[in-house]
């Protein structure tokens, strides 16, 4: 049979390694949220800008602005930028995390009992966010180091082990539990996709779950939140009183919500109404059909990029695509979670919507990323064949 107007893509020989275009639905949605999530930010901080003396009134939305649309050419540069670039260097990475972790406890600027920043000229971000991602590339890598061996304890366990504890121990140190939590259960998910047996996900996750309880009941800050979880309204003056706020901002939206830019708990009630409480202004102004709809397109996010990772052209290129995405979902339910007090308050941000400007350029780079490994994979299968082991795509 002749091709004359069919690209023909063999995965055995050097054409394994062309670039294509970018995946068109994940693309779609991430712009899709980053606008949405901008609207927003102007919305819920308006008031607090108003109200301040040093800020216009759009001061917030100005700069999420720019680190918006900057943060689209940082995940446009890095989607040209190969996988297998990041594999390679995945352990000075690692490393340099490890680095600032530790610098962030000498150097760093100190809020709300924490020291988790690094302010340089007048930007300020946490090197949490770059242990995530550093975490994830240098995981794969040992994944693909140790492919076959994954079920055992000395492969499977140990290696994950001892880079989780090397960053949460450091995190702790800030303390940042929200970052730990997310270390952990990205950790977790990496294991699971390389192939560790379940057996020691029960053990693991038992002591997990044992250390993260002492180190919540054991600082003062944490054990404040727990108390303010398990009944926000005993002190809703004080340890409570952000909760009560977002969930009477939950409740005023209702069904259809009471409109854009309507909300009343935004004017100065609800604490970091334009950072990680975001999401109760989504549910006030836009009602419960709003806030579903956009967890509805996280979820099409999410489940696109786990889509990618399963037809990525090697293991690396999977196991990244995949990390990422379990890191997207555990942010956003995580965020969810606290906003409606499912779980206590460990101050996560809600990607694309929540204010700040690293941590937009950091996950817009993390979505640059998944764009790069879908280069590697044909834009519309229609027909393949075997041929002597190597099989030979048609792409039209």
């Given at each position: 049979m002749e091709y004359s107007d069919r690209q023909i893509i063999n995965f055995s020989n050097a054409d394994r390694t062309a670039r294509g275009r970018v995946d068109s639905p994940f693309t779609i949605l991430t712009l899709l949220l980053l606008l949405i999530g901008v609207m927003m930010v102007l919305s819920a901080s308006f008031a607090r800008a108003y109200y301040d003396p040093d800020k216009e009134a759009t001061y917030y939305f100005i700069r999420q602005s720019f680190f918006a649309l900057s943060g689209c050419a940082i995940m446009y540069i890095v989607s040209r930028i190969p996988l297998d670039l990041y594999k390679r260097y995945s352990m000075p990475v690692f490393a340099l995390s490890l680095l600032l972790l530790v610098l962030v406890l000498v150097?760093?600027?100190?809020?709300?009992?924490?020291?988790?920043?690094?302010?340089?000229?007048?930007?300020?971000?946490?090197?949490?966010?770059i242990a995530k991602i550093a975490v994830i590339i240098f995981e794969a890598r040992i994944i693909c180091a140790y492919k076959g061996k994954m079920h055992s304890f000395r492969y499977g366990v140990i290696p994950f082990v001892l880079v989780a504890?090397?960053?949460?121990g450091l995190l702790v140190l800030e303390p940042h539990l929200s970052a730990s939590i997310i270390i952990l259960g990205v950790t977790a998910a990496m294991m699971y996709m390389g192939g560790t047996s379940m057996k020691w996900f029960l053990i693991l996750g038992a002591a997990a779950a044992l250390a993260l309880g002492l180190m919540a009941f054991g600082m003062d800050y944490?054990?404040?939140?727990?108390?303010?979880?398990?009944?926000?309204?005993?002190?809703?003056?004080?340890?409570?009183?952000?909760?009560?706020?977002?969930?009477y901002s939950i409740g005023s939206g209702g069904l259809s919500g009471l409109g854009l830019?309507?909300?009343?708990?935004?004017?100065?009630?609800?604490?970091?109404?334009?950072?990680?409480?975001?999401?109760?202004?989504?549910?006030?102004?836009?009602?419960?059909?709003?806030?579903?709809?956009?967890?509805?397109?996280?979820?099409?996010?999410?489940?696109?990029?786990?889509?990618?990772a399963l037809h990525c052209k090697d293991r690396y290129h999977c196991l990244v695509c995949g990390?990422?995405?379990?890191?997207?979902?555990?942010q956003v339910i995580l965020n969810v979670a606290v906003v409606t007090n499912l779980i206590p308050c460990t101050g996560i941000s809600l990607p694309f919507f929540s204010y700040g400007g690293t941590a937009l350029w950091l996950q817009l780079g993390e979505m640059g990323i998944i764009l790069s490994a879908s280069?590697?994979?044909?834009?519309?299968?229609v027909r393949y064949r075997n041929t002597n082991s190597n099989f030979q795509y048609v792409r039209e």
């Open positions: 150097a760093g600027t100190a809020a709300n009992g924490a020291k988790r920043w690094f302010s340089i000229g007048g930007i300020t971000f946490q090197p949490s966010e504890v090397s960053v949460v944490s054990s404040d939140r727990i108390s303010a979880w398990m009944d926000p309204f005993a002190d809703s003056s004080d340890t409570g009183y952000q909760i009560v706020q977002s969930l830019g309507q909300s009343r708990q935004k004017n100065l009630y609800l604490p970091e109404e334009h950072n990680d409480f975001i999401f109760a202004v989504v549910c006030e102004e836009l009602g419960f059909i709003g806030a579903a709809a956009i967890l509805c397109l996280f979820a099409m996010l999410i489940i696109r990029g786990f889509w990618l990390g990422i995405s379990s890191l997207l979902a555990f280069r590697t994979i044909p834009e519309k299968v």
